[in-house]
């Protein structure tokens, strides 16, 4: 397989636009969109396609290309809130396919519910996109290794770059515990030399 042939499908294209959409506003995702330029994440283009998937290249570009305009710190706030935006949305499209809203899922202890929990949405990814994730649980943390990342593909930065993922993770943790806020950092990234991106989640609330 050659670095082309990692994909996103297109519901997670749509996800992730609805997203940005949210907290940039229609307009300033069409302008982000022509800058870049990232024709697959359009509206049109996305509903346009049947089995049309976006390459992780491009989920890469999405977000140097939120950096470049709104420099490093404004575009990381922005990827940070539109992946929190993102996850309601994701539940929308595949909450049914994670069966979190069970009873039995409901009466579990915390923090072995935040760990059921992410090692289904760890699945979900495995099973529906190219995107690979292991979670692994140590010392009252929930360490979430993706080991094949769209979000940094072929990008090179000093410190981790993944905030897309680090909101969204940060959104379901909140989610799962009815309410609560837990500390989430990603701690290694392929794009800095790492061989995972890594984020770290508390398993304890900050509140
Ligand atoms: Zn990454």
């Not at 996103?8 to 749509?14: C, D, L, Q, S, V």
């Not at 390459?55 to 990827?79: D, H, N």
Request: hydrophobic share 45%.
């Amino acid at each position: 397989m050659s670095a082309g042939d990692f994909f996103y499908p297109r519901k997670m294209g749509m996800i992730i636009l609805l997203g940005l959409e949210e907290v940039m506003g229609v307009n300033g995702v069409d302008a982000l969109l022509q800058l870049a330029p990232l024709e697959e994440f359009s509206r049109q283009s996305l509903q346009a396609g049947k089995e049309q998937a976006i390459p992780f290249q491009k989920v890469g570009l999405l977000q140097s290309t939120l950096e470049q305009a709104y420099g490093p710190r404004g575009g990381r706030g922005l990827a940070l809130r539109a992946g929190r935006a993102c996850f309601k949305y994701g539940l929308r499209e595949y909450g049914s396919l994670l069966g979190i809203t069970e009873t039995a899922f409901r009466l579990l202890p915390l923090p072995a519910k935040l760990f059921t929990g992410a090692r289904v949405f760890a699945d979900l990814f495995n099973r529906h996109t190219d995107q690979k994730v292991r979670v692994e649980e140590k010392d009252f943390k929930i360490f979430w290794h993706i080991d094949r990342c769209p979000l940094c593909w072929e990008r090179k930065a000093d410190e981790p770059i993944c905030h897309l993922a680090v909101g969204l993770l940060q959104e379901a943790l909140y989610w799962v515990s009815g309410g609560k806020v837990f500390h989430v950092e990603e701690t290694a990234c392929i794009a800095r030399g790492d061989p995972a991106c890594v984020i770290l989640m508390d398993q304890t609330p900050l509140s």
